[in-house]
């Protein structure tokens, strides 16, 4: 860690303007051109980044893949595929842990709610969003009206079925696009190793390097029954990545916040970070206990563990990064020199400059609903069968108001998605449904006091676990038949259903705290980033990429190690049993039996992770790392230590995105899963 | 845990005044001898008494066990020794991991600061503890005023060295008692099994029943470099126990608050306990990081781990209590009827009346300092290192005040246990400290922000990680020479040793704290809870019982199972290799070689662990179970479930205490240790 506070000394570079070149998650409507030209010799042509856009997928919610065949195979990672595999599983048939292979197309699996959007065409709406909204209008009212116009423009895109419209709030409010997608909701699974290979390590090497993940999994994209065949797919390079290549990432990095004002960041560093951890902490520990009672309880879990102890472990990098002063203080020389060419410019100074005071008074006015506001959240998205329900509740009555006055996410565009996760016949554990409840009953009570008119309600007279298992085991609802019945019959408000009737407790509060986030903290953000984007395009021009949306982006860079670490680019496979050998004894690093067999039949030499400076952050995982041919040489899935400051400032020097290298993909399918058909179709020319 | 919440609901037998016959952990001057005789026919004469006091010690500072050899021989628990155990293990010589015998009185091993503690003669001091405090004084004045006559009394009662003298404040402070221990320092170890045996199932069997634990240590005390010969200790039942007999308990428990009033408990629920809890979370996933590493830093972390992880689920348990409305309504019908006999008392009323309001008016103080005053004393509670830089910071401020004017803790009476503590060579290493010391680093700026002032000072522009790397690699004080040079020097303020230097940082703000909360809480408290305690003893007489303080009492029921879930009251060692099959594979689970090679030998029928009512709280670990005769039948070292509401109520429908059985002690030192000079001097009448 001592190279850790070296490596965020290196941040000053920043400070004083000289912003690392591999930096930079760009869209792909506005890449450096000069950049890639003057730094690699690279020209990407419009059919170049067009075949990168329509071979590049979104998984889910939060992750990234690419179609890597003319039969529309997708390859992500194992953790992105981690909830359909678990949703798949069955006590009796564990996929997660044993793994699965189908090798012929009959033998694909259908994953109950996994949708896969490929992005088809984008559009500058800015002026029309804007429009909407006049210059006599509060921060709130503006936003109100920018929303509407959003939905309105939203709305207007949704034609055809199959495809789905979104506009793009870019730049925290500076530019507004219109993304529309081409939609998969048919997705079967291909292949997925056992966990213990796809997470090798576990936590312990979890931003970690060397790795040694093979962190893959394979779906195919399926339409009108049959495998989709695209126009655009990835081929794969015989070659593999060598060190010192330009390699690029294609992936959907969720969420940055780079160009956050010092002030924010503070808000990030001593109130939202701190209380998200606080939760991921108690979860962990609290999930733990759960699976540690039965071999059960640890299978239906698992996602759950999975997801908590990565965010646990991202947050806790982010927040050490926020905690050097020396972070700090380069976010703030580097907010001097923007403020300094503000003061010159005589036209936009006092207001540009009072965008930031703006943002400062919306974080203090947030410090006072923010724990109430994050604890609700929480505990309505914590128990699944409860956030369903929280759904229905809330769909019912805004089903009844025109789509451009809903909640977007139950405005009419949104409607295909949420009801493809709310019908979703995915199992849901009774014995987990009721510990994860419990586990936000209790938050509730922890954080607002026992005696809190909310809390009171909540709990009507019971204790928390007493509370969840009357909600759990009384409720319909984790049959999906019963959730759309509800939906249809335009009951789910009246429902006498516990889990409805313990929802509906919790609506109207947490849409008054919703009402309060969007008119005093994110309408008045929104506006004060507008200006602050306009002043760093007069200062810069265009060559400031946007923060991380959880859309389509292109990042690049050159493979390497880490030099003042001299930790190599690459891991072999032969490395992968090394590090078996050191942690002999340890579940997590212990590869399955199939592995030990087949160790002869491997070339222990194959490449199996390796290193890049490209610009990745959490959604990344699953982008296909290409060569400037666009051949597949890896697949990212992990950051480096280092890397884990992302969300607010780059760390060029020893930052480090990790992918399974595709040669590693190729060697491990043959010679361990005896899927020469799968390798057979990802390495045809 | 739907049995747990009717367990609840039975607690309003308590309400109705009805109190379970074996509630009670009772002082030895003032046993319940009415409900001994009338409900188990049993008459303590007053030697019994004196016997069992003088052959019951406290073991370190929150630890029971008793004197059970002509020889000095001292059992305790495995988990109680487990400080001890681990200095005296090195990453060669892992004791902790291997356990230890030694058959010889050569081969023993000398603790390298472990304190055992035997209550010599007790002394009432109320009246003159009560009579420096005069009418006319503020609750913070007679506070000031009543802790320097305890600090008097002590030092006058400190005569003989070897012995020391504690005043303790019984009844939230309606009583004051003067205890006088005779003092073992040379303490050594002679027996402890394996961690995997003495904590059998981990954290997921802890506080659980069935359990199979044989969470044993004895060490030997040592007087003039010879084992000490007692004048009393217990000697070992020949037929053990057997169900439905009457047992006992004689040790410390630590602390229970059974007698606070509602608004306190509130206070509990509602801020200390989250608050705590949010810190043990936080610890359990950052030392489990940390021991992932590699295995020395497993090894040396262990004892932490255990700590938070044990007291996480007290905690757990607790606050699931109090979170259920049927335990509050229980206490607040409690409540009631003592406020309508206090209504009844025409010369008390108003004096009695005022003083729930007063102790919800301090809890309502404290609540606006809280936050800062448990995170700072966490933070110089944590690293090893700046705790003991700390206390050499505070200490050399103290020697310049006369005994009775120093915080109490530095007092005369006190410096022998604070120098031992202070000067022990302990190993401290130092990968251990760096991470323990960047953990509550971290959690200063966490909870105080980034910005106040104290977390600019004590990171003086660093990371935390990068200061608490300083502080511990700068430091001298590993070396306990060097702590007791600064001592004597008298230059341990000024000294510009790292770990002093930021130690001193917090000094002044801690002082402040700590004045604020004995003046606006404590004081108060103490004020109010004698006069509800003159209530309660006006009502119900001498039949209330203090709440628990880390001094010797006496408990006592039944050996019994919990019927309703048709738990037994034995397991037996066949159960042990059972539940080791049940969970195969997992660590925790998995008995040594030794164990599997014993198998044949064993009689599997043999008892190994086993429960009953008695009423015990954590620090009665290690407490000797003896029947009427004051034989040793069972060694106490853990509750059920259930019994994890006892801090505020006893549960004697289904909390259970869990001893290991002196048969299960025996047949495992004779049969899988071949320690039959230690089983002999054991079982010799």
Same mark, same amino acid.
């Given at each position: 860690m001592k190279l850790h506070r070296f490596a965020v000394l290196g941040l000053f570079a920043l400070a004083a303007g000289s912003?690392?070149?591999?930096e930079g998650m760009w869209l792909l409507t506005s890449p450096p051109r000069d950049t890639l030209k003057s730094k690699y010799n690279f020209e990407p042509t419009d059919q170049w980044l067009q075949h990168m856009q329509r071979s590049a997928v979104r998984v889910g919610m939060g992750g990234s893949g690419s179609i890597v065949s003319p039969d529309g195979l997708v390859m992500t990672n194992h953790h992105v595929g981690l909830g359909a595999i678990s949703k798949l599983s069955t006590k009796e048939k564990d996929l997660l842990k044993n793994g699965f292979y189908a090798? /012929?197309?009959? #033998?694909e699996l259908k994953c109950p709610d996994t949708e896969i959007r490929m992005l088809w065409e984008t559009k500058d709406v800015t002026d029309r969003v804007n429009a #909407? #909204? /006049?210059? !006599?209008? $509060?921060a709130a009212e503006a936003g109100v009206t920018r929303r509407k116009a959003i939905s309105q423009i939203e709305k207007e895109c949704?034609?055809?079925? !199959?495809y789905r419209c979104q506009v793009v709030t870019l730049y925290q409010g500076a530019k507004y696009h219109l993304y529309r997608y081409k939609v998969f909701t048919d997705v079967r699974l291909v292949f997925s190793p056992e966990e213990v290979v796809g997470s090798f390590g576990g936590d312990t090497d979890n @931003?970690? @390097?060397?790795r040694h993940s093979l962190d893959v999994t394979f779906f195919r994209l399926y339409e009108n029954g049959k495998p989709y065949k695209p126009e655009h797919y990835l081929r794969w390079s015989p070659a593999g990545a060598k060190e010192g290549e330009t390699v690029f990432v294609f992936g959907?990095?969720? &969420? /940055? &916040? &780079?160009? *956050?004002t010092a002030d924010h960041l503070k808000f990030l560093r001593d109130v939202e970070l701190p209380e998200r951890l606080e939760r991921l902490w108690r979860n962990e520990v609290k999930l733990q206990g759960f699976a540690g009672k039965n071999a059960e309880n640890a299978r239906t879990a698992q996602p759950d563990i999975r997801g908590v102890s990565n965010g646990r472990k991202v947050y806790t990098g982010l927040l050490a990064g926020l905690e050097d002063p020396a972070l700090m203080q380069a976010k703030l020389a580097d907010e001097a020199q923007l403020r300094s060419f503000i003061e010159h410019d005589q036209a936009n100074a006092v207001q540009w400059a009072a965008a930031f005071d703006a943002i400062a008074a919306a974080e203090r006015d947030y410090r006072a609903f923010y724990n109430e506001k994050a604890t609700i959240d929480a505990v309505v998205g914590g128990s699944r069968l409860l956030n369903r329900a929280f759904e229905i509740v809330q769909l019912t009555d805004e089903l009844q108001k025109p789509s451009s006055d809903r909640l977007r996410e139950y405005s009419d565009p949104s409607l295909p998605s949420l009801y493809l996760r709310l019908y979703s016949p995915e199992p849901l554990p009774e014995a987990l449904e009721i510990e994860k409840l419990t586990q936000s009953l209790s938050l509730l009570a922890e954080r607002l006091?026992?005696?809190?008119p909310l809390v009171v309600k909540v709990l009507a007279g019971k204790s928390p676990r007493a509370r969840a298992e009357q909600c759990v085991r009384g409720t =319909?609802?984790?049959d999906p038949a019963a959730r759309k019945a509800l939906v249809e019959s335009g009951a789910g408000k009246t429902s006498q259903d516990p889990m409805i009737v313990l929802a509906a407790i919790f609506d109207p509060r947490s849409r008054e705290l919703r009402k309060m986030y969007e008119d005093k903290v994110e309408s008045v953000e929104r506006d004060a980033y507008a200006k602050l984007a306009a002043a760093r395009f007069a200062r810069s021009g265009e060559s400031v990429y946007p923060d991380a949306t959880g859309t389509l982006r292109m990042s690049f860079g050159t493979v390497q190690g880490v030099a003042r670490d001299n930790t190599p680019a690459f891991t072999t496979i032969g490395g992968l049993f090394a590090r078996q050998d050191e942690r002999a004894g340890e579940a997590e690093f212990t590869l399955p039996p199939r592995w030990i067999e087949a160790k002869g039949k491997? %070339?222990? #030499? /194959?490449?199996y992770n390796f290193t890049s400076d490209c610009d990745i952050i959490g959604? %990344?995982?699953?982008?296909p790392t290409v060569n400037t041919q666009g051949e597949v040489v890896g697949l990212i899935f992990d950051g480096n +230590? *280092? $890397?884990?400051t992302g969300d607010v +400032? *780059? %760390?060029?020097a020893d930052g480090r995105s990790i992918s399974v290298d595709s040669r590693g993909i190729v060697e491990a399918l043959r =010679? +361990?899963?005896?899927?020469d058909v799968l390798a057979d179709e990802l390495t045809a020319r």
């Amino acid at each position: 860690m001592k190279l850790h506070r070296f490596a965020v000394l290196g941040l000053f570079a920043l400070a004083a303007g000289s912003a690392p070149a591999d930096e930079g998650m760009w869209l792909l409507t506005s890449p450096p051109r000069d950049t890639l030209k003057s730094k690699y010799n690279f020209e990407p042509t419009d059919q170049w980044l067009q075949h990168m856009q329509r071979s590049a997928v979104r998984v889910g919610m939060g992750g990234s893949g690419s179609i890597v065949s003319p039969d529309g195979l997708v390859m992500t990672n194992h953790h992105v595929g981690l909830g359909a595999i678990s949703k798949l599983s069955t006590k009796e048939k564990d996929l997660l842990k044993n793994g699965f292979y189908a090798p /012929t197309r009959d #033998a694909e699996l259908k994953c109950p709610d996994t949708e896969i959007r490929m992005l088809w065409e984008t559009k500058d709406v800015t002026d029309r969003v804007n429009a #909407a #909204a /006049t210059p !006599g209008m $509060s921060a709130a009212e503006a936003g109100v009206t920018r929303r509407k116009a959003i939905s309105q423009i939203e709305k207007e895109c949704q034609a055809d079925a !199959g495809y789905r419209c979104q506009v793009v709030t870019l730049y925290q409010g500076a530019k507004y696009h219109l993304y529309r997608y081409k939609v998969f909701t048919d997705v079967r699974l291909v292949f997925s190793p056992e966990e213990v290979v796809g997470s090798f390590g576990g936590d312990t090497d979890n @931003f970690e @390097f060397p790795r040694h993940s093979l962190d893959v999994t394979f779906f195919r994209l399926y339409e009108n029954g049959k495998p989709y065949k695209p126009e655009h797919y990835l081929r794969w390079s015989p070659a593999g990545a060598k060190e010192g290549e330009t390699v690029f990432v294609f992936g959907h990095p969720g &969420r /940055t &916040r &780079r160009l *956050y004002t010092a002030d924010h960041l503070k808000f990030l560093r001593d109130v939202e970070l701190p209380e998200r951890l606080e939760r991921l902490w108690r979860n962990e520990v609290k999930l733990q206990g759960f699976a540690g009672k039965n071999a059960e309880n640890a299978r239906t879990a698992q996602p759950d563990i999975r997801g908590v102890s990565n965010g646990r472990k991202v947050y806790t990098g982010l927040l050490a990064g926020l905690e050097d002063p020396a972070l700090m203080q380069a976010k703030l020389a580097d907010e001097a020199q923007l403020r300094s060419f503000i003061e010159h410019d005589q036209a936009n100074a006092v207001q540009w400059a009072a965008a930031f005071d703006a943002i400062a008074a919306a974080e203090r006015d947030y410090r006072a609903f923010y724990n109430e506001k994050a604890t609700i959240d929480a505990v309505v998205g914590g128990s699944r069968l409860l956030n369903r329900a929280f759904e229905i509740v809330q769909l019912t009555d805004e089903l009844q108001k025109p789509s451009s006055d809903r909640l977007r996410e139950y405005s009419d565009p949104s409607l295909p998605s949420l009801y493809l996760r709310l019908y979703s016949p995915e199992p849901l554990p009774e014995a987990l449904e009721i510990e994860k409840l419990t586990q936000s009953l209790s938050l509730l009570a922890e954080r607002l006091g026992g005696d809190h008119p909310l809390v009171v309600k909540v709990l009507a007279g019971k204790s928390p676990r007493a509370r969840a298992e009357q909600c759990v085991r009384g409720t =319909k609802l984790a049959d999906p038949a019963a959730r759309k019945a509800l939906v249809e019959s335009g009951a789910g408000k009246t429902s006498q259903d516990p889990m409805i009737v313990l929802a509906a407790i919790f609506d109207p509060r947490s849409r008054e705290l919703r009402k309060m986030y969007e008119d005093k903290v994110e309408s008045v953000e929104r506006d004060a980033y507008a200006k602050l984007a306009a002043a760093r395009f007069a200062r810069s021009g265009e060559s400031v990429y946007p923060d991380a949306t959880g859309t389509l982006r292109m990042s690049f860079g050159t493979v390497q190690g880490v030099a003042r670490d001299n930790t190599p680019a690459f891991t072999t496979i032969g490395g992968l049993f090394a590090r078996q050998d050191e942690r002999a004894g340890e579940a997590e690093f212990t590869l399955p039996p199939r592995w030990i067999e087949a160790k002869g039949k491997l %070339n222990l #030499a /194959t490449p199996y992770n390796f290193t890049s400076d490209c610009d990745i952050i959490g959604g %990344n995982s699953g982008s296909p790392t290409v060569n400037t041919q666009g051949e597949v040489v890896g697949l990212i899935f992990d950051g480096n +230590v *280092y $890397s884990l400051t992302g969300d607010v +400032v *780059y %760390n060029g020097a020893d930052g480090r995105s990790i992918s399974v290298d595709s040669r590693g993909i190729v060697e491990a399918l043959r =010679k +361990v899963y005896s899927a020469d058909v799968l390798a057979d179709e990802l390495t045809a020319r």
